[in-house]
C-alpha cells in the first residue's frame, strides 16, 4: 500500500510541473540545441518536485511514533516533531520527524536519521556516496560544477569539504575495524599466484612552515608514502617466448607525511595478513622497491617479510648503472654508452650478472685514471650493487615470469597522491588531506562500493539498535 501511495503522489506531483511542456507548441523548424536543452530542463524539474514529494511521503510515513523508546539500556521519551532538510537524490526535501530524549537531556535519538545512517548530516547515504565518489577525483568546486550539470541534488563546494572531512574523521575513529568488516565481505580472487607488495613515497604541500628533523629550515613540502599489494595470476608464454603474469588486483594504502611511516607500514601489515589468510599457501610472496635504505632496513627488521622474495626495482638499478657508466668513462661518450648497454643486458638476462657488474666497475678504478669527483661517483654506485646484489636476481625472476619493476607503486604516487593533491596552489592540512587519500585509496583499489556499503552498515548498527518501550 506504502508502494502505491508513494507512486500515486510522485505522479501528481510530476503532472503538476510537468503543465509548462505540454502546453508547448514546437515545429520541427524549431528544434535546435536550446529547445533541447529547455524540454530536458523541464522535465528533470518535474521529476526532481515527484521524486521529493515521493520521499517526503516514504520518509514521514515511516516515523516511529510511540511514547518511550529503548537504546543501550536508557529509556528516550517523545519530546516533539521536528522539521528538517535532507539533501536526496531528486533534491532537497523536508522532512517532518519524531524526537526523543532522555529525562536528564543530551543527544537526541530520532529514528528515521538513525535507520538512514544519517544522523547529524545533510545528505542521504545515496547522495553521499555520489559526492565523495567523485570529490575523490575532483575538488569541491568542480564537484559542485559537475552534479549542477548532470544531477538534481547541488550541494555547494562548503558542504562537499564537510561532507568529505566529516567521513574522513569517522573513519579514522574506526579504521581497523572498517578494515576488516571489509576484508571479511571482500572475496580475494584464489587465482593468484604471485602477491607482490611495493612502498614508495611522494612530496605533498602541508599548510603552514613544516620543521625539518635536523631544525636547519623549515618546508612546506613532506613525503606521503604509498604502498601497494598487487596479485598476479598464472605465467603465459609471449609471442617472444617469455613468461609473463597479468596483474589483476591491486590494493591501495596511502598515508599523509608522518616520521617513519609508522601507521602506513602498520596497515599495510596488517591487510597483508587478512590477504595472505585467504590465499594459499603456495603464493609467491614478493617486495619490490626503490634503493631507499629506510626501506629495506624496515623490510629486513619485519619478520612478516622474511619468507618474501626480496627485488630492488629494475629500472632504479639501471639508474645507478648509467651513473656508474658516466662515471668511468665520461658522460656522452660512446664508451659510456656501450659499457652501459652490455651490462644492462647482462644485469637483466645472465645469472650473476650483478657480480660482472661490481667486478668490471672494480677493474676500470683500478686501470682508469678518474678525477676525484668521478672515481667518488663509481666507487659509490659500485657499493650500492654491492649492497643490493642480494636483491638482483633479475634473471631468474624473469624465467619464473615474475614482476622485478617497482612501477605500480610508482604510478601509485602519482595516481593517489600527484594527480589529485598537487595541483597549483594546492596545500593541505594532515587531517583533511588524510580523508581524500584513504578515500582516494579505496576507489582506486576497485572496492568502494564495498566500502560504503560497510561504513553504511556499521553506522546503523550503532545508531539504530534501539527498540519500542513496552
Excluded at 524540454?39 to 518535474?46: G, N, P, Q, V
Aim: proline share 2%; glycine share 6%.
Amino acid at each position: 500500500m506504502l508502494v502505491k501511495d508513494m507512486v500515486q503522489v510522485y505522479m501528481e506531483a510530476f503532472k503538476e510541473n510537468i503543465q509548462d511542456i505540454c502546453d508547448m507548441r514546437v515545429e520541427f523548424d524549431d528544434l535546435s540545441p536550446a529547445i533541447l536543452s529547455e524540454i530536458t530542463s523541464a522535465f528533470k524539474k518535474a521529476a526532481g518536485a515527484g521524486g521529493q514529494a515521493m520521499l517526503k511521503r516514504f520518509f514521514e510515513s515511516l516515523d516511529v511514533d510511540a511514547p518511550k523508546l529503548i537504546k543501550d539500556g536508557q529509556e528516550y521519551l517523545r519530546k516533539m516533531v521536528s522539521s528538517r532538510p535532507f539533501l536526496t537524490a531528486f533534491g532537497e526535501v523536508e522532512v517532518s520527524r519524531t524526537l526523543y530524549q532522555r529525562r536528564d537531556g543530551g543527544q537526541c535519538l530520532i529514528p528515521i536519521d538513525a535507520k538512514l545512517a544519517m544522523t547529524d548530516d545533510y545528505a542521504t547515504p545515496d547522495v553521499r556516496d555520489a559526492v565523495l565518489y567523485t570529490a575523490v577525483h575532483n575538488t569541491p568546486r568542480e564537484v559542485e560544477s559537475i552534479l549542477a550539470k548532470c544531477a538534481l541534488f547541488t550541494p555547494g563546494a562548503t558542504a562537499i569539504v564537510n561532507m568529505l572531512n566529516k567521513t574522513g574523521r569517522a573513519i579514522y575513529e574506526r579504521e581497523r575495524e572498517l578494515a576488516e568488516n571489509i576484508s571479511s565481505k571482500r572475496k580475494i580472487s584464489d587465482s593468484a599466484e604471485v602477491v607482490a607488495v611495493s612502498l614508495d613515497g611522494a612530496t605533498v604541500r602541508l599548510k603552514g612552515r613544516i620543521k625539518d628533523e635536523n631544525d636547519t629550515h623549515s618546508t612546506h613540502y613532506k613525503n606521503a608514502m604509498v604502498g601497494t599489494i598487487s596479485h598476479y595470476g598464472a605465467a603465459t608464454e609471449n609471442d617472444k617466448g617469455q613468461l609473463e603474469r597479468e596483474r589483476f588486483e591491486t590494493t591501495y594504502i596511502g598515508r599523509m607525511p608522518e616520521e617513519g611511516a609508522s601507521t602506513l607500514k602498520k596497515h599495510l601489515e596488517d591487510e597483508l595478513e587478512r590477504q595472505y589468510d585467504q590465499l594459499s599457501g603456495n603464493v609467491v610472496k614478493m617486495l619490490i622497491c626503490d634503493g631507499a635504505r629506510s626501506l629495506w632496513s624496515y623490510a629486513d627488521g619485519t619478520s612478516l617479510f622474511d619468507d618474501h622474495v626480496k627485488v630492488l626495482d629494475f629500472y632504479h638499478a639501471s639508474e645507478h648503472l648509467h651513473e656508474a657508466a658516466e662515471a668511468l668513462f665520461g658522460k656522452g661518450f660512446k664508451a659510456a654508452s656501450e659499457w652501459y648497454r652490455k651490462w644492462y643486458d647482462k644485469l637483466l638476462e645472465s645469472d650473476g650478472g650483478v657480480d660482472g657488474v661490481i667486478r668490471s666497475i672494480e677493474y676500470y678504478l683500478k686501470r682508469k685514471k678518474l678525477s676525484k669527483k668521478r672515481r667518488a661517483i663509481a666507487e659509490s654506485q659500485r657499493n650500492y650493487f654491492l649492497n643490493n646484489k642480494i636483491r638482483m636476481n633479475y634473471a631468474e625472476l624473469l624465467r619464473r615470469g615474475l614482476p622485478i619493476g617497482s612501477g605500480v607503486v610508482e604510478a601509485a604516487c602519482k595516481t593517489i597522491v600527484k594527480t589529485r593533491m598537487c595541483r597549483c596552489g594546492m596545500s593541505w592540512k594532515k587531517a583533511s588531506g588524510q580523508s581524500v587519500m584513504t578515500l582516494r585509496c579505496y576507489a582506486k583499489s576497485e572496492i568502494w562500493d564495498l566500502f560504503w556499503e560497510t561504513c553504511c552498515e556499521m553506522r546503523v548498527k550503532e545508531e539504530a539498535e534501539f527498540k519500542i518501550a513496552a
